[in-house]
Structure formats: C-alpha cells, structure tokens
C-alpha cells in the first residue's frame, strides 16, 4: 500500500492511519512539541511496512547525540532497508544508515540531494537542517532552507517551520534583520514553534538587546514551553539575556526551576545546565552545590565519546564539581574517539580534546594553559557543532583565563575585540573596565 501527501509525496506501505500518526509526528518534530516518538511508534504499529515511520524514528534517536539511542537509530534502519521505497524514500533510508553509525556529514549530503529533487520533503528539510546545526554548518543551515524556500507558500502544512529554520540560518551567517523578521512571521502563523521562537532569540543575543530578548521571552511563554521538549533551551536563552545584565539572581532562579529544577539526565538538556553554571563560574558567581548534582548526572556518559560537544560540557560539570576521576574518564574516551572511523573523530581532535583540556586547565587555575589551548581553535570551532551563542562560552573562558593569569596584552585585545563585536553588551563593558584595571596595576 502507499499514500500520497498534500504535497503528491508518496509513502510506501502506509495505511491512511499510520500516515496519519506520521503527519502529527512530524508536526510535533517541526514545533519541537508533544510526542513524536509516541506518536511515530503508534504509525509504525498501523502500518509494520511503512518505511518511513522506521526512518523517522531512526531520525528522531540519531538526532539525540545520544549513544544509547543510536542503537536505536541503527535498528531502524535495519528495520527500514529491506521494505518497499521509492527511491526518494531509499535516499532516506541511506542518510538514515549513515547518521546511525556517526557519518554526520555524509547524511547531510544525501539529505541534500533529497531537497534538491524535492523542495518539499519537510523531513530532509529538517534533519538536514538540525545536522546542519550538530556539525557548525552555518552557510547550509542557511542554504539548504533558502534553496527550498521559493516552492514553500503560507498555506502550505509547515510552511512556518520552513520560515523557522531559515530565521536561524540567516542569523548564523549575521544577517539578523532578515533573521528577525523570518522568525516572527513563523511564529504569527504558529506560536507553537519553538524552533523559530529561538531563532528571534539568537538574533537579540548575538545584537546584546538584552531588554528585546526578554521581553520576547516573556511574552507569551506557554506558547513555547507547553509540552516542548525545546523549553529548556529556551529557557537557557532567556537566562542569557539576564546574565549579560549581571542579573544573577535572576539567572539562578531560572536554572533552579525550568532550566534544571527536573535534573534531566538527557545530554541536550545537560549542556545548557552546564553552560548556564559554567558562564557564572567564570563571573566567580558561588553556585552551591549545583554543580554536584549536574556532575552526577554527567558520570555515566563520561565514557561515550559520542560527541565532542557534549563532552566539552561535561567537562565544565566535572570540573565546577571538583570530580577528578570522571574528567579523566572522559579525556581517554576522546583519546579513543580521535582514532575513530566516524565523523566525530574530527569533531573531537580538532575542537573537543584541546577544550576539554582547557577546561580541565581553567579548573586547575592553570590560566595561562588553558589561554593557550584555546586560542587556536576559536577560528574553527564551529567544527564541533553548536550556534554562535553556544560557542561564545568559549571566548568568555579565553577572555577570563587571560584577565586571570594577569597577561594584560592579550586581556586587552580580546576585551577590544569583544567591545567592538558586542559594544551594547554591559558584560562587553565589565571586561574592557577589568582588562584597563589590569593594565594600570
């Protein structure tokens, strides 16, 4: 059997109620809400041959950077390979196999050529676009939605998801004022989107418009918080506006309730916690015993080597916890994963490891070490996946470490620099006032 889409996409071995838990599935995917693998599980239940529903489960798990769920990921597409396909659903089902086993940017391609013969392929669109994001793609996470765009129109199923995604590509390669203005069109069609909610947010944190970023926040937070499994990274968002003020407080009773108040153990949500806490170790803000209780959660995947991102905020929970022993579990694990034969491999060598290490250095009070290790891979780390306003933590580590060893050289330009980058930022303001004290003493 197959069905036929709005769009005149076929699904092979779909039946009219699996395909219709998979388009809920799929709406779920594209405001970041609900249920989607309850929902996907149920297609798969109505219809064992739809290839699809394997494929967007497989998806869904090896999406999570998870590396229990990428088991999951690779038994479906075991699942999907020997069903019947198109050969649009057979290009899925490769990109699939090539995500299960850590080939990132092979997947990537193949969703690509996918987009290319079918603007209207939602799913290409989105999974390319979110390993877009996991690898630091910043040109094709705008490019690949922009190229799809001119078949998209307002009344099309989706259409504000396509407006979403193409709001954070256009604010990753800076062009913010189209960014904003794409991302608020998506939300007027759905405010339930918490993909292009965030978008907006990155646009007013990459531009210090603290004030905006907070007002646009707070405005209707149901629409982006109910049922989102986007909330916490919201949330996170929302912090960073108050921590550029100096509101720690503030940003303490956000980490305290919807950022980590639940303690997920999930590594998605576990790296805006420890990005959170780490930003105000550096600003030598007391946090208590927060970071014990993040750390323990971090123990377990200390051995992964998964994905060099997360390892590198494990290694902040780690190290804000005091907790030697997991930090060098997880520095032999990226040992191993540089000798790999996946993409993380790279990912890890080239970014990962020497942040890690720098980490490990700044915790140590080896400031002058840890200036060292990063400043070769601040050009390139966007090799290692995350958004420019995940990575800034990089240079706010660099710029500390610096105004620590007491190199008033260095402190001074990379205050400049940052002054020039971000000159409404009153944390711009605070470092350039501490980079000159260093200077005059």
């Known amino acids: 059997m197959a069905v036929k889409d709005a769009f005149g996409l076929t699904y092979c071995g779909a039946t009219e109620a ?36 394997h494929v967007f489960k497989g998806y869904l798990f090896g999406l999570a950077t998870e590396r229990d ?14 069903l019947a396909a198109t050969p649009r659903e057979a290009a899925h089902v490769a990109a699939l196999g090539h995500l299960a086993e850590g080939r990132w940017l092979e997947a990537a391609r193949i969703l690509e050529d996918i987009a290319i013969d079918g603007p209207r392929d939602a799913l290409a669109l989105q999974v390319g676009h979110q390993i877009d994001f996991f690898t630091g793609n910043a040109r094709m996470l705008r490019d690949r939605i922009g190229r799809a765009l001119p078949a998209w129109q307002k009344d099309m199923p989706g259409y504000h998801a396509i407006l979403g995604m193409q709001a954070f590509g256009l604010e990753e390669m800076g062009d913010y004022a189209r960014a904003e203005s794409f991302g608020r069109q998506a ?5 339930r989107d918490g993909w292009a909610q965030h978008a907006v947010a990155h646009v007013m944190e990459m ?11 707070r405005a ?31 940003v303490l009773k956000l980490y305290d309730g919807p950022i980590y108040g639940a303690r997920s153990t999930l590594a998605l949500n576990m790296v805006d916690a420890s990005a959170i806490l780490w930003r105000l170790h550096l600003g030598g803000v007391d946090v208590g015993d927060r970071w014990a209780a993040l750390a323990a959660n971090w ?35 990226q040992r191993e994963a540089m000798v790999g034969g996946d993409d993380n491999a790279a990912f890890t060598r080239d970014v990962g490891y020497p942040l890690a290490l720098a980490i490990r250095a700044f915790g140590e009070g080896d400031y002058d070490e840890a200036a060292r290790l990063i400043r070769p891979i601040r050009s390139i780390a966007h090799r290692f996946g995350g958004s420019h306003a995940q990575r800034d933590v990089i240079d706010l580590t660099l710029i500390e470490a610096a105004l620590r ?5 260095l402190a001074r330009v990379l205050t400049a620099e940052r002054q020039l980058a971000r000159p409404d930022s009153p944390l711009s303001a605070l470092f350039s006032r501490r980079a000159s004290d260093l200077s005059e003493n």
């Not at 629409?223 to 506006?241: C, G, M, P, V, Y």
């Not at 290694?315 to 060098?328: D, I, Q, R, S, T």
């Not at 060893?405 to 050289?409: I, K, L, Q, Y």
């Open 405 to 409: 060893a007491g190199d008033t050289a």
């Open 220 to 250: 209707n937070p149901d629409a982006w918080t109910k049922d989102s499994f986007l909330q916490i990274h919201n949330w996170w968002h929302l912090a960073l506006f108050h921590y550029d003020l100096g509101e720690t407080g503030e």
């Open 69 to 82: 769920a990428m088991a999951v990921a690779r038994s479906s597409h075991q699942a999907a390979l020997p």
């Open 299 to 333: 123990i377990p995947k200390a051995s992964d080597g998964n994905y060099a991102f997360n390892d590198a905020h494990a290694m902040m929970a780690f190290v804000g916890a005091g907790l030697e022993a997991p930090a060098k579990t997880l520095i032999e694990a």
């Open 18 to 53: 699996g395909y219709s838990s998979y388009a809920r599935a799929v709406h779920e995917l594209q405001c970041f809400i609900g249920d989607p693998v309850g929902s996907i599980d149920r297609a798969i239940a109505d219809a064992p041959a739809f290839v699809m529903a």
């Open 187 to 191: 939300v007027e069609i759905e405010p």
């Open 207 to 217: 531009q210090s418009r603290q004030t905006d970023g907070i007002a646009w926040m």
